[in-house]
């Protein structure tokens, strides 16, 4: 049986923040299953290498320049993919930045730097693409939010408002985009290993409370973040729309009480 339910094979796939973590899993998972993967960032070295690394073990990957907070970098990103492949069928906005300090102490370049990314250049790409996608009347785009669209983490708050604003993003572009046939959705990663989150989760402590507070009892990798995307991407999710899916061990479900074994009972 040649069940098609989940393919997404030949489809044209931008994946923006493509070169690690999160993005390069998500674009090596397509590669993997025979779409035409365009992988973006803003580094070019690491863009290159990461599209060479991947290419050698799945399908062709492409890579392009893009600073998602340049509206120049996004609009010339679209022509030449529309040029190259011919149409855009998904988006997976992945692009994220984060500088972690008290509320007190974030400063003006800062909220703009992550705010800048995060958001306004999420929304510049979504726009972009979908522009496209609502002229062809058919498209899917993805957006990477995460567990403080839910509720903010302490220490984060710019962070944590510009993954707030994706969720509402999601959902206020597929009510708009709904009609022409373009799905918009979303992934929210839990406690993700990544090369950037190495660092704070190298600290024995917190991984012990971020395992505690987790119900699978293990911090996530980049690699479960693929079935998901895939997911939303195939023919399986085309009656879905306007959602953010939790994907994060259990971590949002409830948190763990430290009461003692047995309840506590009195």
């Not at 030949?10 to 993967?37: H, L, M, P, T, Y």
């Not at 003006?108 to 979504?126: T, V």
């Not at 507070?213 to 306007?242: H, K, W, Y």
């Amino acid at each position: 049986m040649n069940d098609t339910l989940f393919a997404v094979s030949n489809q044209v796939v931008i994946v923006s923040g493509g070169s690690r973590g999160i993005g390069r899993a998500i674009a090596q998972g397509f590669a993997e299953r025979d779409a035409k993967v365009i992988i973006t960032g803003r580094d070019e070295l690491s863009l290159v290498a990461a599209a060479e690394q991947i290419s050698a073990k799945a399908g062709s990957v492409t890579p392009i320049v893009c600073d998602v907070a340049k509206l120049a970098d996004i609009e010339r990103l679209v022509a030449k993919v529309i040029a190259d492949f011919g149409h855009i069928d998904t988006l997976v906005n992945v692009a994220g930045v984060n500088r972690r300090k008290p509320a007190l102490d974030v400063s003006e370049d800062d909220y703009d730097f992550i705010l800048d990314i995060n958001l306004k250049g999420a929304f510049l790409l979504s726009q972009a693409v979908g522009r496209h996608m609502v002229e062809r009347g058919s498209g899917c785009q993805i957006n990477i939010a995460s567990i403080n669209t839910d509720r903010p983490l302490k220490d984060v708050l710019p962070y944590a408002m510009s993954k707030a604003g994706i969720a509402h993003m999601t959902r206020g572009l597929a009510v708009e985009w709904g009609p022409s046939g373009v799905r918009v959705n979303g992934i929210a990663p839990g406690f993700i290993l990544t090369d950037l989150t190495q660092k704070l989760w190298s600290d024995e402590k917190l991984q012990a409370w971020g395992k505690a507070n987790t119900p699978q009892r293990r911090l996530g990798v980049p690699e479960d973040m693929v079935g998901t995307a895939i997911f939303l991407a195939s023919p399986a999710a085309s009656f879905m729309t306007g959602q953010t899916l939790y994907v994060d061990g259990g971590y949002t479900a409830g948190w763990a009480w430290p009461i003692p074994e047995g309840g506590g009972q009195r």
